[in-house]
T-cell receptor, first 114, second 114 residues
Framework: AQSVTQLGSHVSVSEGALVLLRCNYS??????LFWYVQYPNQGLQLLLK??????LVKGINGFEAEFKKSETSFHLTKPSAHMSDAAEYFC????????????FGTGTRLTVIP | DTAVSQTPKYLVTQMGNDKSIKCEQN?????MYWYKQDSKKFLKIMFS???????INETVPNRFSPKSPDKAHLNLHINSLELGDSAVYFC?????????????FGPGTRLTVL
């Protein structure tokens, strides 16, 4: 079965600093991986997804993630944090055993300090 | 135009009542989903429909019954509400049930059972 683990339920960075949100996956087959962002009191919005093409995936709002099979990781990064990046971030893996069912991590709350 | 919409946005009700949440998507997608987000922000799939046919039914009490009158709508009816049903319920849709297809989420319905 597929699953993801997000290390760190809370991450704080200063404005302009590097953002690094960690996600490790478990999958017996090549996974499809996603990062979603949830702003306060809103639904989830896709940031980026990995579907076995390029290992470095670029998303919206300057975010990118790198798929590393050897480390079973799909960490999310952004070179310079903005105040508007403060939100909850979810890593997810697609269930490849059946329908397009997403298994989500427990989320990481990003706080940006002015 | 809102891609995936849900009504109501907030729902406060007493234990034992029956309530419904409606979801509509105007993206022309074939597949729709219901997710539950608990108080710790954990997201879990509940149901998935493809072309009005149920394809995922996770371990959910049978008090929860989804209904899809057409491809654009997936409603969630809950009987005999319990305190533990309090959560945010998200509807989502995707073009198809293929693993790589992006899921688009609605804004959520916050259900509070008193």
């Amino acid at each position: 079965a597929q699953s993801v683990t997000q290390l760190g339920s809370h991450v704080s960075v200063s404005e302009g600093a590097l953002v690094l949100l960690r996600c490790n996956y478990s999958s017996s087959v090549p996974p499809y991986l996603f990062w979603y962002v949830q702003y306060p009191n809103q639904g989830l919005q896709l940031l980026l997804k990995y579907t076995s093409a390029a290992t470095l995936v670029k998303g919206i709002n300057g975010f990118e993630a790198e798929f590393k099979k050897s480390e079973t990781s799909f960490h999310l990064t952004k070179p310079s944090a903005h105040m508007s990046d403060a939100a909850e971030y979810f890593c997810a893996v697609s269930d490849v055993t059946g329908a397009n069912n997403l298994f989500f991590g427990t989320g990481t709350r990003l706080t940006v300090i002015p | 135009d809102t891609a995936v919409s849900q009504t109501p946005k907030y729902l406060v009700t007493q234990m034992g009542n029956d309530k419904s949440i409606k979801c509509e998507q105007n993206l022309g997608h074939d597949t729709m989903y219901w997710y539950k987000q608990d108080s710790k922000k954990f997201l879990k799939i509940m149901f998935s429909y493809n072309n009005k046919e149920l394809i995922i039914n996770e371990t959910v009490p049978n008090r929860f019954s989804p209904k899809s009158p057409d491809k654009a709508h997936l409603n969630l009816h809950i009987n005999s509400l319990e305190l533990g049903d309090s959560a945010v319920y998200f509807c989502a849709s995707s073009r198809s049930r293929l693993w790589a297809d992006t899921q688009y989420f609605g804004p959520g319905t916050r259900l509070t059972v008193l």
